[in-house]
């Protein structure tokens, strides 16, 4: 059964960045893409990139490109998500998912989240 | 701004069909069938309910369904139930800028 679990809370200061990790299990790590998905406080979700854990390719959202590094280790089954120059308005829960066996463009298993704040 | 427009919210009773719509460009909704929808409780991981314009996963229920026309996607509830009061996302893939966009979400109501 496919798993995936994030790494802990993170508070972080205005400038600062931030490095959430993604630890799959119970299927092939390289055989899906790795989505990051976003939630601020009381609003809805937004997509943030996805990573192909084979080829390291990665797509990213205009919003935020320039500021987010998707990059993963294929050794221990893990993507990251590097988030740089925080902004208040970057604190939100961050999700890693994995899509369907059926389709690329959906997340189907989703990790625990991981609840990022930047404050001063 | 989100890229897909969705409903505020909706409501209706139990038992009751409602339809949540998503509307979007013909570089999203209409020009691909890779329409999506989520629901989400209070304080709970998204759930995948539809893939692919209107494939369920498994273990889904059959009493969600979802189905394009245009540029509009609609995901369709059938005998509403209490369980069902949850936030309702659509998400597609996109051809211009980025890979997925999702709506701004829906609050389901059922009262």
């Known amino acids: 059964q496919v798993q995936l679990v994030q790494s802990g809370t993170e508070v972080k200061k205005p400038g600062a960045s931030v490095k959430v990790s993604c630890k799959a299990s119970?299927?092939?790590?390289?055989?899906?893409?790795i989505h990051w998905v976003r939630q601020a406080p009381g609003q809805g979700l937004e997509w943030m990139g996805r990573?192909?854990?084979?080829?390291?390719?990665?797509d990213y959202s205009q919003t935020i490109q320039g500021r987010v590094t998707m990059t993963r280790d294929t050794s221990i089954s893990t993507a990251y998500m590097e988030l740089s120059r925080l902004r208040s308005d970057d604190t939100a829960m961050y999700y890693c998912?994995?899509?369907?066996?059926?389709?690329?463009?959906?997340?189907?298993?989703w990790g625990q989240g991981t609840l990022v704040t930047v404050s001063s | 701004q989100s890229a897909l427009t969705q409903p505020a919210s909706v409501s209706g009773s139990p038992g009751q069909s409602i339809t949540i719509s998503c509307t979007g460009t013909s570089s999203d909704v209409g020009g691909y069938n890779y329409v999506s929808w989520y629901q989400q409780h209070p304080g709970k991981v998204p759930k995948l309910m539809i893939y692919d314009v209107s494939n369920r996963p498994s273990g889904v229920s059959n009493r969600f369904s979802g189905s394009k026309s245009g540029n509009t996607a609609s995901l369709t509830i059938s005998g509403l139930q209490a369980e069902d009061e949850a936030d309702y996302y659509c998400?597609?893939?996109?051809?211009?800028?980025?890979?997925?966009?999702f709506g701004g979400g829906t609050k389901l109501t059922v009262l």
């Open positions: 998400s597609s893939y996109t051809s211009s800028s980025t890979a997925v966009v």
């Open positions: 990573i192909n854990p084979d080829s390291g390719a990665t």
């Open positions: 998912g994995r899509p369907h066996s059926s389709s690329s463009y959906c997340v189907d298993y």
């Open positions: 119970g299927s092939s790590f390289t055989g899906f893409y």
